[in-house]
């Protein structure tokens, strides 16, 4: 099983060094960040499997950066390392959607323990997905090519791979298109046009022979994005 990646969002060196090394002597991989606008970027542009944050940073605050992964990303959990201990704070953490809350100062131990516990109850992400099994053929995602049953093959472009396999990966889940630009484009949302994504599920659609109007495949969720209609199999 690979490594699950921590970010540490923490602008106190000394701090944020004695999590660092932590966590890497856990069996975690580590990434880290020193300022607010840094924590973000790295939130929704790396492949993160939890994220440590400070409130009181530099250049964004925490409960902002809380805002925006939990629009981009709402799967991925988030433990807020704050010394504020008031009430109103860790209540108004918890509701922007903070997965935990602990209060500066803290044992490494139940740093630790809390960051396993979390991820014990957070939804794991197959990211080693090889083949996408649907009605009428298989995509071996390794080869970037589509099997149909009649003996044809078409290729799929990286991205279309990546794509496929995100939505596979998170079956039965409608996926907002911020989600899908921040997890499988790796950009932040703001701003961004998401008409590739729908470029790109409709050339998808094609090469899966999924009906565009009557799709059994990848399914349009109205107001919400997409949906991979199939259980995945693993290969």
Not at 41 to 67: T, W
Request: glycine residues 8%.
């Amino acid at each position: 099983m690979p490594k699950q990646t921590i970010l540490v969002v923490e602008d106190d060196a000394s701090i944020r060094r004695g999590i660092v090394d932590a966590l890497r002597f856990g069996g975690f991989t580590v990434l880290e960040a020193a300022t607010g606008t840094a924590g973000q970027d790295a939130a929704l542009g790396s492949d993160c499997d939890l994220v440590l944050l400070d409130l009181v940073l530099p250049g964004r605050d925490g409960l902002e950066i809380l805002a925006e992964v939990r629009k981009a990303r709402p799967t991925l959990p988030v433990i807020v390392l704050t010394a504020r201990g008031e009430e109103h704070d860790r209540v108004k953490g918890l509701k922007l959607g903070a997965d935990d809350y602990v209060v500066k100062p803290f044992s490494v131990k139940e740093l630790i323990a809390r960051v396993e516990a979390v991820l014990r109850r957070s939804p794991e992400r197959p990211s080693d997905l090889a083949e996408v099994r649907f009605p009428g053929g298989t995509a071996d995602l390794s080869r970037r090519e589509i099997r149909m049953q009649d003996g044809s093959r078409v290729e799929l472009s990286e991205k279309e791979a990546d794509l496929l396999r995100y939505l596979a990966c998170n079956a039965g889940r409608a996926i907002a298109r911020d989600e899908i630009l921040s997890r499988v484009w790796r950009i932040s949302p703001t701003g961004v046009e998401s008409r590739t994504i729908d470029m790109h599920v409709a050339r998808l659609r094609e090469k899966l022979r999924d009906d565009k109007e009557n799709p059994r495949v990848l399914l349009t969720v109205r107001g919400k994005g997409y949906m991979f209609a199939e259980a995945p199999a693993n290969g």
